[in-house]
């Protein structure tokens, strides 16, 4: 086995030779597209209902499953990272990625469907930590914020786009179309790679150990699942299945953690956590991920049953806040280097809390352009809160905990999103049930528009509970010390 200095020096010192630009564009291309497919279905969810006849319920499956099986597979993405190269991992990846999107785009009901999410989520699963591992092995501490910021494009700017090509689409082709035309881009990524594309990292192959990759699975998959299987409707959160998937997830994770503690190769190291800012940083990001990917939910469904609005506008009204965010993340990430995180992630919880405040109070006589103000403005404010937060986090961690770091983050990113889609779902469709309860006819194409508006209202008051939560933990947050000791 190799002593932890011989690994920390691999992971701080990569070869000279080794050209960066052409390794991060290659992994930028790939990640961009295969995250780009986390809200892809967003604003298609309205079709998808009506022609594979399935409940709302059922569809946000789609993305809950994506994102589940994402979260399953990040956490032991540190072990693979040392079994395999960079392109080995990469070339894999978006194999995986390719055959889940033929699948999906040739898909005749649901199940095939949530089959093709899957196989694309496992490729997307690979994609994101190496992408940022990869980050932190060849950038120093003092230049990472501008390149996080470019991960930040990739990670935030992807699924924000999402929704506007999806509606675009949507309306002037056929939703199989949004895996159509992913195809080409995909074939590009590959070939790119395979010119450009070297290996930054060593190639250690550590001990599998077994048990506790089926802990990882029970307690991460556990907990999604239960989560999810409530926001289904079926008895709510008191019901067996419910309690029982959760009280699994929640013990088998509390296990994985006991035995990641005394193994001496642990696959994902939590000792991470000891670090105060990456653990404050990681809860941060866990919830602003959760009230992004709800809002990112939840609105397209408010603006088309709701509202009345076709699958095009909705997209377009999702435009301009896809397009800044994709604009000032790299930008949030060089302010990261000059200013440090507070001057960032303070302003943009503060502008969350307000616009999750102002979503609360949404109904029909509520205007467009006011929808496209408050959506440009969470992209604003989650984007001052991520890139500087994650970065932030990360710097604070010893190199041998580089991979460990970002398979944390990335993982609870990913389980976080979930979690919330599955339970501001659950909240809107309660609110729903609420309202559809205490009138005459809940036949009524106008009871159901009401009870969309209820049920969204009550989505987004979550959501701004979650949003002062935020504000109130990034008060502590304070610039990272990099250590000076790899220890």
């Known amino acids: 086995m190799q002593s932890a200095q011989t690994q920390n020096q691999h992971f701080s010192q990569p070869n ?286 408010f603006l088309q049953t709701g509202l009345a609005m076709t699958a095009f506008v909705a997209g377009l009204v999702l435009l301009p806040g896809g397009i800044l965010n994709g604009f000032i993340s790299p930008i949030s990430g060089r302010l990261f280097d000059k200013f440090g995180p507070r001057v960032l992630v303070i302003p943009g919880t503060a502008v969350i809390v307000i616009v999750m405040w102002f979503f609360t109070n949404v109904s029909q006589s509520t205007t467009l352009l006011s929808f496209i103000i408050l959506h440009t403005l969470l992209m604003v404010g989650v984007t001052l809160v991520m890139t500087p937060g994650q970065t932030n986090g990360l710097n604070q961690l010893p190199p041998k905990y580089y991979p460990h770091g970002s398979a944390i983050i990335n993982t609870l990113i990913q389980i976080g999103g979930a979690i919330g889609i599955a339970f501001f779902i659950s909240v809107m469709s309660a609110g729903q049930g609420r309202y559809l309860e205490s009138v005459a006819d809940p036949s009524s194409p106008l009871n159901q528009s009401e009870a969309m508006i209820a049920g969204a209202q009550s989505a987004f008051f979550a959501g701004f509970i979650f949003a002062i939560i935020g504000f109130l933990l990034s008060l502590f947050i304070k610039k990272a010390v990099p250590p000076t000791e790899n220890v």
């Not at 496992?122 to 940022?132: E, R, Y």
């Not at 999810?228 to 959760?246: K, N």
């Open 16 to 301: 000279e030779d080794v050209k960066v630009i052409p390794i991060v564009v290659s992994l930028i291309i790939g990640a961009f597209f295969a995250i780009l497919n986390e809200t892809l279905l967003n604003v298609a969810y309205t079709d998808l209902i009506q022609e594979l006849q399935v409940s709302p319920a059922t569809i946000q499956w789609l993305s809950t499953g994506f994102l589940l099986v994402v979260g399953i597979l990040i956490p032991v993405s540190a072990l693979i990272i040392q079994w395999f190269t960079t392109r080995q991992i990469f070339l894999g990846a978006m194999g995986l990625f390719a055959i889940g999107t033929i699948i999906c785009g040739i898909s005749p009901n649901f199940p095939i469907l949530l089959l093709g999410r899957i196989f694309q989520a496992a490729g997307t699963g690979l994609l994101i930590p190496i992408l940022m591992n990869t980050v932190l092995v060849l950038f120093p501490p003092e230049k990472r914020g501008g390149a996080m910021g470019m991960i930040g494009l990739v990670i935030m700017f992807a699924p924000a786009l999402g929704p506007t090509i999806s509606g675009i689409i949507v309306e002037t082709l056929h939703w199989r179309w949004l895996f159509f035309s992913v195809l080409p881009f995909i074939v590009f990524s590959i070939v790119f790679a395979s010119i450009y594309l070297k290996n930054v990292t060593p190639v250690t192959k550590p001990k599998v150990d077994i048990l506790s990759i089926v802990l990882s699975t029970l307690g991460f998959g556990g907990i999604v699942f239960g989560f999810s299987f409530a926001g289904e409707g079926h008895g709510g959160w008191v019901s067996i299945p419910v309690i029982l998937t959760l009280l699994i997830g929640m013990v088998s994770l509390t296990l994985f953690v006991l035995r990641q503690l005394k193994l001496p190769e642990p696959i994902l190291d939590v000792r991470a956590f000891k670090s105060p800012m990456f653990s404050l940083t990681t809860v941060l990001i866990i919830i602003m991920m959760m009230t992004m990917f709800s809002a990112m939910i939840i609105m397209p469904m």
